[in-house]
């Protein structure tokens, strides 16, 4: 867990100075100093390191899911901690961001969307509703099956409704029928693999935002010291 520390000879001369102000003060500048760390973390370096870290499709995911926990009004230096994090049990891809930051493995993964199932087909974009999963009403097909029968499956289906074929989800845009001949069109909005465990690759974004914010905290400390300063001069 990373650690804040008076050690150079400028911060222990400030440090030394503000105590002997008031026993209170060197506790109170510690402890505002690592919330304001705190919350610069959340505000500014988390942010920063989740853009460079990941396509984002909603742009207030992070700061959405992330929060401060301040640490105690305690004078006890040594139970002093904040903490910034992901919400826990916010939604289900703010519960998976702990695979993003050590890697690790998904399981029950055996619907992914694909491009054309994100709003304007873009792979920058959010999946549109009328795509979630939830709102599909799923025909039971066989993942592979012979043409006759996955021509059967679209023309049962219909149009708006969705088949499975060839490990793909699709959706059944129109259906012509010509005399004796059958025209469909289909938009591949998922890949499909029943019981699909999926290997993540660490992308760490917590880690480098706490690295960033520990080089600010003697800055930070100094502006909380010269607060207790002019609190008691």
Known sequence: ????????????????????????????????????????????????????????????????????????????????????????????????LRFQEYGGTVKNRDYIPTD??????????????????????KKKSKPQFKNQDFIKSVFKAGEGGHVIYDYILFEVKKIVKKTNRLFFKLKPIYSYRKGRS???????????????????MPEIFVKNAQRQINKYI
Request: aromatic share 6%.
């Open 198 to 216: 999926v290997t993540i690759t660490k992308k760490p974004f917590l880690s480098p935002a706490s690295t960033s914010a520990i080089k600010t």
């Open 1 to 96: 867990m990373p650690s804040f520390s008076v050690n150079t000879d400028k911060l222990v001369a400030l440090a030394n100075k503000i105590d002997k102000l008031h026993k209170s003060a060197l506790p109170v500048a510690i402890r505002q100093t690592l919330n304001d760390a705190a919350f610069a973390t959340k505000d500014k370096f988390l942010m920063n390191e989740f853009d460079k870290q990941f396509v984002i499709r909603k742009r207030n995911f992070i700061k959405s899911h992330s929060s401060v926990n301040k640490t105690a009004n305690t004078f006890n230096v040594n139970q002093m901690r904040s903490e910034v994090g992901v919400i826990k049990g916010k939604s289900k891809a703010g519960d998976e």
């Open 116 to 137: 054309m199932a994100r709003a304007s087909g873009s792979h920058s974009k959010l999946v549109s509703k009328n795509h979630y999963l939830k709102n599909i009403k």
